[in-house]
């Protein structure tokens, strides 16, 4: 599943924390989270000068280290210290992050597993059908959750781009109106 996808969806799953901003952008953030580990990319790329090296460490630590329990867990203890609403924003932060890895067991090919139960077991999840992030249907998905991005915001009164700044979220408020 593409980032932009993995960020909508957390986006309005933040959205159940109410108006409390901090919480919202809690549960959206954590709720990407598990692709944080994506740098591996430009390291292994910078590391060895070869962006094919860059890629060969992606494939193998992406899906791996991020995407289970461990994230699941982390995302719980950092809204349970961090947020206002400390058990509710930890429940919608827990699920942003199992959405994410739900997402990304269906749209992101059937060659890229995820490892739900790591570091305890080596074990790893995937589905026959599931489609190559670059496929059409992902970016069909994408499209669709940016169409119902704009159409909640303009009910709502507030964006996405408030996960970066609040600046930037009135501004394209204002534009939206």
């Not at 709720?31 to 740098?39: C, E, H, L, R």
């Not at 970016?139 to 909640?152: I, Q």
Request: net charge positive; with cysteine; hydrophobic share 50%.
């Amino acid at each position: 599943m593409t980032g932009l996808s993995h960020g909508i969806i957390s986006w309005f799953i933040g959205q159940g924390a109410g108006e409390d901003l901090r919480d919202r952008r809690l549960v959206a953030w954590l709720g990407v989270a598990p692709d944080f580990d994506s740098i591996t990319y430009a390291w292994g790329a910078i590391r060895s000068w070869s962006i094919e090296e860059g890629y060969n460490l992606y494939v193998a630590t992406h899906h791996k280290y991020t995407h289970g329990i461990v994230m699941i867990l982390a995302a719980i203890g950092i809204c349970a210290a961090f947020g206002r609403r400390r058990l509710r924003t930890s429940l919608l932060a827990a699920f942003a992050v199992i959405v994410h890895l739900a997402g990304d067991i269906i749209g992101s090919g059937p060659e890229f597993p995820i490892y739900p139960l790591w570091p305890a077991r080596n074990w790893c999840w995937t589905v026959s059908w599931s489609v190559p992030v670059q496929e059409w249907p992902n970016l069909l998905l994408g499209f669709l959750l940016l169409v119902g991005a704009f159409l909640y915001a303009r009910y709502a009164g507030r964006s996405p781009l408030e996960m970066f700044s609040r600046r930037m979220d009135e501004e394209l408020m204002r534009h939206i109106r």
